[in-house]
Each structure stands twice: as C-alpha cells, then as structure tokens.
C-alpha cells in the first residue's frame, strides 16, 4: 500500500463515550480525509484536512471533530458516540488536491458503537 | 453540483461473461471521473480516471471506461468476468469545495461472478 495506516482496526465502545481513530501516512500528502461507509450510502465526507491545522467539514460532519498537527496524522473524534455512528470509516489521501488526483485510501476502522 | 448515480446495487455474471456496470454522471463543468474496486475488508483501489483527452479510459486487471458526454455515462466494462472480480464498484466525480477538489461517490455496485 501507499503507505497509509488506520488504527485501530475495530472498536466497540459504548453510546456517550468519546472515540477517537488515527490515520497516519509515510507520503507526505498534503491533503487528507475522512468518510464514513454505510450499506445504500456509499462514502460519506465527514471532515478533510489540506494541511497541518487546516481543515473543513463534509456533508455528514455533526457529532465529529478532526485535528491535525502533523502533516502524518490526522485524527478523527467521536465527541459522544451514539449508534447511528456505528459504521465503517476510511481516511484516505491526496498528494494534490487537484480535480485529476485519485486517492488512495486506508483498510478501514470497522466502529460499533453499543 | 455534481453527482453520480450507479444503476444497480447488484449486478450477477457467470465467469466469463461480460461485465457491464453502469454510472450516470451530473455536472454542470467537465467532469472528472473515477471508478474504485473494494474487495471485502479493505479499502477503495483506484481502477481508472477519466480526466481529459481519450474517452476510453483503461484501468487495471482488464477494465476500461468509456466517457460518453452526450448520454452523461461513464460506464465500467471487463469483456470477460473473473471469479476475482467479485468486489463492490464506486464511480465518483470530483466537486469544487473551497480551493479544494473533493470526490462524491455514487451508492455502489455489487459484482458477483458465479462459477
């Protein structure tokens, strides 16, 4: 792979807990992202990041914070997980964010929240 | 804004047949076109991009593309299925946000390849 990681892989947690998933990369793209997967939705935006301390919302951002303060990591928070965030969630990145540039996405965090 | 729209949530072929999966693109500029494989458990690959220039677009494992503009299609075809095949499709088309450029991907299609 390109050299994108997420961790953890799963997680179960309970409803009203905070949660927070990492995405590290080893290429040096500026620009970084996060999604949720739901069956009958494909992926979802939730927030993306074009550079350290830089960030903006998706369409599905409400419940979820992000940070980023290295250009490797980009962490995604669940501020109170409820069950409607259960989910599987992919960071994927972009050395451009330019319209022509694919992604190249992580393994996923399978999430259930309980 | 743009959109995708994939025709389908499941589409079955035998081995060996062809592989015919279908995406409708809206957009109100140029498009810029993707299709992903995700096979169970793992992330979205990258099969092809359609960006400018030649409107048949070839991608890997034997996929290819046609961008057709005037019917809004960009959709995705293997002459012959293989059993390792069997994956979830995305198209997606790039939007503006901000100075950014940002993927919207379509619902999904299901391929599945009986023997």
């Known amino acids: 792979d390109a050299g994108i990681t997420q961790s953890p892989r799963h997680k179960v947690t309970e409803t009203g807990t905070p949660v927070t998933l990492r995405c590290h990369q080893t290429e040096n793209h500026r620009y970084m992202y996060w999604y949720r997967q739901d069956p009958g939705h494909g992926l979802r935006l939730i927030h993306y990041?074009?550079?350290?301390?830089?960030?903006d919302k998706g369409e599905v951002s409400d419940g979820y914070s992000v940070s980023r303060s290295k250009t490797e990591d980009f962490l995604l928070t669940l501020e109170s997980a409820t069950s409607s965030q259960t989910s599987v969630y992919f960071c994927?990145?972009?050395?451009?964010?330019?319209?022509?540039?694919?992604?190249?996405f992580g393994s996923g965090t399978r999430l259930t929240v309980v | 804004a743009q959109s995708v729209t994939q025709l389908g949530s499941h589409v079955s072929v035998s081995e060996g047949a062809l592989v015919l999966l279908r995406c409708n693109y809206s957009s109100s500029v140029p498009p810029y076109l993707f299709w992903y494989v995700q096979y169970p458990n793992q992330g979205l690959q990258l099969l092809l991009k359609?960006?400018?220039?030649?409107?048949l677009v070839k991608g890997i494992n034997g996929f290819e593309a046609e961008f057709k503009k005037s019917e809004t299609s960009f959709h995705l075809t293997k002459p012959s299925a293989h059993m390792s095949d069997a994956a979830e499709y995305f198209c997606?088309?790039?939007?503006?946000?901000?100075?950014?450029?940002?993927?919207?991907f379509g619902r999904g299609t299901s391929l599945i390849v009986h023997p």
């Open positions: 994927a990145i972009s050395e451009s964010g330019r319209e022509n540039y694919g992604y190249t």
């Open positions: 359609y960006t400018t220039g030649a409107t």
């Open positions: 997606a088309v790039t939007r503006a946000s901000g100075g950014s450029y940002i993927p919207t």
């Open positions: 990041s074009y550079g350290v301390k830089d960030t």
